[in-house]
């Protein structure tokens, strides 16, 4: 089976330029949630996505950040403008929906895009 | 909202000896634990969780420890072997809860 994955693996762009990411979960899986490490800090949430919809984007840092899952498969993270704190490494993540009796799922996680806002 | 907090951030063992890490979490309705393991320029894998309804799991060279009235966990790793050097993450969220709440990571390095 194939595991998340994320594009691109590194960018690097000028403040005020424009960066999209994107994340490929894992087949079936319907829940997709971005996360973000800014260099020896925590891995924080960022969005929650199910399916198409957006669940929970309450760590969204501000409105320069717009996220979409067209479909319910892929999805995109685009940073416009990007800022010089937004460089740090940006994790995708996804689960199953939740069994018959509830309950959270594993999650799974891509490999991170790197960003350096300069 | 939750807030979980990991030491040490850094932790260098002998190869051989035990590693423990351990993690505190402020949210009481938190029950699930998972520790991510990252090696360098991979990404990060669940290695062990727990759930708030065991006080402790094990897995052959890893176990996990929970204390609920503490709110405290930990991960002990036993015959450090220089393949466990990485970075391990712990989290804690709530069981039917959406986001994990990480912490900031300790850097392992096993030496042969």
């Known amino acids: 089976e194939a595991g998340v994955t994320q594009f691109p693996s590194h960018s690097v762009i000028e403040k005020g330029q424009t960066v999209t990411l994107r994340c490929d979960p894992i087949s079936g899986h319907d829940n997709l949630y971005w996360y973000r490490r800014v260099m020896g800090k925590e891995i924080k949430f960022l969005l929650h996505f199910v399916k198409e919809s957006k669940q929970d984007e309450s760590g969204m840092p501000n409105n320069r950040f717009l996220a979409e899952r067209t479909g319910g498969t892929y999805s995109t993270l685009k940073v416009q403008p990007a800022e010089l704190e937004d460089s740090g490494v940006y994790f995708c993540?996804?689960?199953?929906?939740?069994?018959?009796?509830?309950?959270?799922?594993?999650?799974?996680f891509g490999p991170g895009t790197r960003l350096l806002v300069l | 909202g939750e807030n979980v907090e990991q030491h040490p951030s850094t932790l260098s063992v002998q190869e051989g000896d035990s590693a423990v890490i351990k993690c505190t979490y402020s949210d009481s309705a938190s029950n699930y634990f998972p520790w991510y393991k990252q090696e360098l320029g991979k990404r990060p894998q669940l290695i062990i969780d727990i759930r708030s309804n065991v006080g402790e799991k094990k897995d052959q060279r890893i176990a996990v420890t929970l204390n609920k009235t503490a709110k405290h966990f930990s991960l002990h790793i036993t015959e450090t072997q220089p393949e466990d050097s990485a970075v391990y993450f712990c989290?804690?969220?709530?069981?039917?809860?959406?986001?994990?709440?990480f912490g900031t990571g300790t850097s392992l390095t096993v030496i042969p």
């Open positions: 993540a996804s689960s199953q929906a939740p069994g018959l009796a509830g309950g959270l799922q594993t999650q799974y």
């Open positions: 989290a804690a969220s709530i069981w039917t809860g959406n986001q994990f709440y």
